[in-house]
C-alpha cells in the first residue's frame, strides 16, 4: 500500500485557497504526522586546505529543485517499505532544497484530482536537509484550479489571511520558507496585489525565513520567462530574498543579472541563482553551466538545479530493488563528475549542443563538485555516523540484523561523507572501490564498504568527512568494523595546523562483537589545543588479499556517555486495517533536547518495527507478521552519540 491514496495511512496533500485560510493542525487530518522536528544545523566556516579544489571560491551557492522521494507522483509519505525510492546522498552541495511536484487538495476526487496551489516538502527531505544545514522550502505553483483572486483576499488594514497562514504553516511543519512559481498571465491589478502579499509575507516571516521568486511574469502580470535578472523585473525583489533565473542563459544576460544585483545593493551570490534544467535534458543541458563558472575566473552569480531526479529517473530498470547499483554510480557522476570523485571532476566531452548527443551521457558533465565548494554542519562534539542512507534491505542494531524487508526513511538518514568519493591508491595496484553496502550494517540499513585486490605495499586512502573539531582532552574516537582480517585499517586525522599529513591511528582490532564486529577506541588528549579539520581511512595489506573492509560506525564523542531518559507516555493510539495490512498508530512525548531518534520494536524479541525523530510514528505490517491484542511494543530514544535509554513499552489491546 505505498503508493497509493489510502484513507487509513497517512499521505501528504495540497493546499488550496480554502484550505489555507482555514488551515489549523488540528483541522488538518494528517497534520502531525508531517512534522520535521530536526532543527538547521550550522554549517562550519570554509577552510579551502581540505577542499577538494582549494580554489574554488565558497561563495556561490546552490538551489536543488526537485520532487520528493516517493515514486508516487502525487502522494507523498514520511516512510514505509521499498529500498528503491529517491534519495539524495549529497546535501553537501546544497544551500536550498525544494519540492516540485505538486499535492491533490484533501477530498478531492482521486481520478480527477484539484491540486492545491502550495504543498510542502516531505518532511523526512527537510530533517535530512537540515542535519546537513541546508534550508528547506515549500512549493508555490500557479496556475490551479480555482479563482486567483481568493488567494489575493485582505483585511480592511490591509493584511493578508494567507500571509498569516503560510507562516504559520512552515512554522508548524518545520520547514524555512517557499519557492514561488507563478507560471500564469496574472492581470495586472492582481499582480500588484501578488506583490504586496509576497512582500508582507516576507516582512512578517521569522528570521531564516526565504523566498525565492522564479523567472515567470513581470511585475504587470505578463508571463515573460526574462532568463536573467534586469530592471524589469527586479521589482520582485522587493518582495524575495533571491530570484531563479530561468534556464536559457545567454553571456550578456549573466553579465545583466550580476549588475543588476550590484545596482540594487544586493550580492549576485546571496540574489541571483541561475538556473540549468537537467530533468529535459540530462547530463547535457542546452546551456553550458561554465556561463556561470568561467574556468580560472570567479562565479558570476549562484546556482540553481531543476530536476537532480533524472538520475534515478532515466536509469535502466530504476524501479527494481536489485539494480540500484546503477542509479547510486549516475548519482555520484552527477554530483563528484564523470570520475565520481570529486577531486577529478571536470567534463570528458566537449560542450557542443550542435552535435546530436545522449543526454544520458555523464562525460558530458562537469559534476557539480566542480564548481560548488563542499559543506560540512561537523562542527562540535559528538559526531557519530553509521553512513546510513536511509534506506535499506533489511535493519541492524549493534550488528544484529533486527528486521528484514526493503525499507526507506529519508528523516533518519546519518550525515553522510563529505567526499563521495575521494580516494587514493600507494603502490602498483589500483585504488580500492568505496561505496555503500546494504547487505551488511552495524546500525541502520547499510555500511561502508571498501573492496578489492590489495598487493604487498599497496594501500587505499579514502577522505571522508570535512570537520572543525577542537580536541580540548576528554574526547575520544571510535571506529567499528567487520571484515579486517588479513589487511591492516587506519583512521587518520588531519588537523588545522597541518592540512596536508594525516596522523593515523590503528583502527583493526579492538573490542569485538558476535556477529564479527570489531570497534577500536582512541583518546584524542595527545591532541589537545587543535583542531580536527579532517577524517579518512587508510586500507593496506603486508601480502596479496581480496578485502571487503565493512565500516559499521564512525563515533568522535566528548567526555563520559550519559543514556537519554526513558520516553515518556509511549502509547498505542489506534490500531488500522487495510485488507490484510495493520496499521498501528504510536505516539510519545518528544524529549526537548539529547534525543537524535527513537527506536520502535516489538519487546519478545527485540525485532525492529521503525526508526524516527517525531512523536508519532505508525507501523505498517503485512500479513504473518502483525502483532496481535496483548503484544508489547518498547521505544527507546537514542542520544546523538549513540547511547540508549531504558525502554518504555506499551501494549497493543485492539
Not at 233 to 239: C, I
Not at 304 to 316: D, N, Q, R, T
Not at 377 to 388: K, L, M, Y
Request: hydrophobic share 35%; aromatic share 12%; proline share 8%.
Amino acid at each position: 500500500m505505498d503508493d497509493d491514496r489510502s484513507a487509513v495511512r497517512p499521505f501528504m496533500h495540497g493546499y488550496d485557497a480554502a484550505a489555507i485560510k482555514t488551515w489549523s493542525p488540528g483541522t488538518d487530518r494528517w497534520a502531525r504526522h508531517f512534522r520535521s522536528r530536526v532543527p538547521p544545523a550550522p554549517r562550519i566556516a570554509p577552510f579551502p586546505a581540505t577542499q577538494a579544489h582549494p580554489d574554488l571560491a565558497t561563495g556561490p551557492q546552490l538551489m536543488n529543485l526537485t520532487y520528493d522521494y516517493d515514486d508516487a507522483f502525487f502522494t507523498a509519505r514520511k516512510y514505509g517499505a521499498g529500498f528503491a525510492r529517491r534519495l539524495l546522498r549529497f546535501w553537501q552541495y546544497s544551500d536550498f532544497y525544494g519540492s516540485w511536484h505538486g499535492l491533490p487538495v484533501d477530498g478531492s476526487p482521486a481520478d480527477d484530482p484539484a491540486h492545491g496551489l502550495v504543498n510542502l516538502p516531505n518532511p523526512a527531505y527537510t530533517d535530512a536537509a537540515h542535519r546537513n544545514g541546508v534550508r528547506s522550502l515549500g512549493c508555490w505553483f500557479w496556475p490551479r484550479s480555482g479563482d486567483f483572486e481568493e488567494y489575493l483576499e485582505q483585511r480592511a488594514d490591509g493584511s493578508f489571511p494567507v500571509v498569516d497562514k503560510l507562516i504559520e504553516m512552515a512554522a508548524y511543519f518545520g520547514f524555512d520558507g517557499y519557492f514561488i512559481n507563478h507560471e500564469a498571465e496574472t492581470p495586472p491589478g492582481q499582480a500588484a496585489r501578488l506583490h504586496d502579499l509576497l512582500r508582507s509575507l516576507r516582512e512578517r516571516a521569522p528570521e531564516g525565513f526565504h523566498l525565492q521568486w522564479y523567472d515567470t511574469i513581470t511585475p504587470d502580470g505578463h508571463l515573460d520567462y526574462v532568463n536573467h535578472l534586469n530592471t524589469a523585473n527586479a521589482p520582485w525583489l522587493d518582495a524575495a530574498d533571491s530570484f531563479f533565473a530561468n534556464y536559457w542563459m545567454t553571456p550578456e544576460g549573466v553579465e545583466t543579472s550580476v549588475a543588476t544585483a550590484l545596482k540594487l545593493g544586493r550580492d549576485p551570490y546571496a540574489t541571483v541563482f541561475h538556473g540549468t534544467e537537467n530533468e529535459q535534458f540530462g547530463f547535457d543541458p542546452e546551456y553550458d553551466p561554465r556561463l556561470l563558472f568561467p574556468p580560472g575566473e570567479p562565479a558570476r552569480t549562484s546556482w540553481a538545479l531543476f530536476g537532480s531526479h533524472f538520475v534515478k529517473e532515466l536509469a535502466p530498470h530504476h524501479a527494481d530493488p536489485d539494480a540500484q547499483g546503477e542509479v547510486f554510480r549516475r548519482e555520484r557522476r552527477y554530483w563528484s563528475g564523470p570520475h565520481e570523485d570529486p577531486t577529478r571532476s571536470g567534463r570528458l566531452l566537449p560542450h557542443d549542443r550542435e552535435t546530436p548527443r545522449d543526454r544520458d551521457d555523464h562525460r558530458a558533465w562537469d559534476g557539480v563538485a566542480h564548481h560548488i565548494t563542499e559543506r560540512s554542519v561537523i562542527g562540535s562534539f559528538p559526531f557519530v555516523t553509521r553512513f546510513n542512507t536511509g534506506h535499506g534491505r533489511a535493519f541492524f542494531l549493534g550488528g544484529r540484523r533486527a528486521a528484514d524487508g526493503d525499507w526507506h526513511n529519508a528523516s533518519v538518514q546519518d550525515v553522510l561523507p563529505t567526499w563521495q568519493f575521494w580516494t587514493r591508491a600507494e603502490g602498483a595496484g589500483a585504488a580500492l572501490s568505496v561505496g555503500f553496502d546494504h547487505e551488511l550494517a552495524y546500525d541502520g540499513g547499510s555500511s561502508l564498504l571498501l573492496s578489492g585486490e590489495l598487493g604487498p605495499g599497496d594501500a587505499t586512502t579514502v577522505r571522508l568527512y570535512k570537520t572543525a573539531l577542537d580536541v580540548t582532552g576528554p574526547e575520544r574516537l571510535a571506529l567499528t568494523a567487520h571484515g579486517t582480517d588479513g589487511v591492516c585499517l587506519e583512521v587518520g586525522l588531519l588537523f588545522q595546523d597541518a592540512p596536508s599529513d594525516f596522523t593515523w591511528l590503528a583502527a583493526g582490532s579492538g573490542s569485538s562483537s558476535e556477529a564479527g564486529w570489531h570497534t577500536a577506541t582512541h583518546g584524542l588528549a595527545p591532541f589537545r589545543g587543535r583542531t580536527i579539520a579532517a577524517v579518512g581511512l587508510r586500507v593496506s595489506a603486508a601480502r596479496p588479499t581480496r578485502c571487503a573492509v565493512r565500516v559499521g560506525e564512525l563515533a568522535l564523542v566528548d567526555g563520559e556517555l550519559e543514556s537519554p531518559a526513558p520516553p515518556q507516555d509511549f502509547t498505542v493510539d489506534e490500531v488500522r486495517t487495510e485488507g490484510e495490512t495493520t496499521h498501528v498508530f504510536l505516539s510519545w512525548r518528544l524529549a526537548e533536547h539529547g534525543v537524535r531518534h527513537y527506536d520502535v520494536l516489538r519487546d519478545d524479541d527485540g525485532s525492529w518495527l521503525g526508526r524516527i525523530y517525531d512523536d508519532v510514528y505508525v507501523v505498517s505490517l503485512p500479513p504473518g507478521a502483525a502483532p496481535g491484542p496483548g503484544t508489547r511494543l518498547r521505544l527507546v530514544a537514542v542520544a546523538p552519540d549513540g547511547t540508549r535509554s531504558a525502554p518504555a513499552t506499551t501494549e497493543i489491546t485492539h
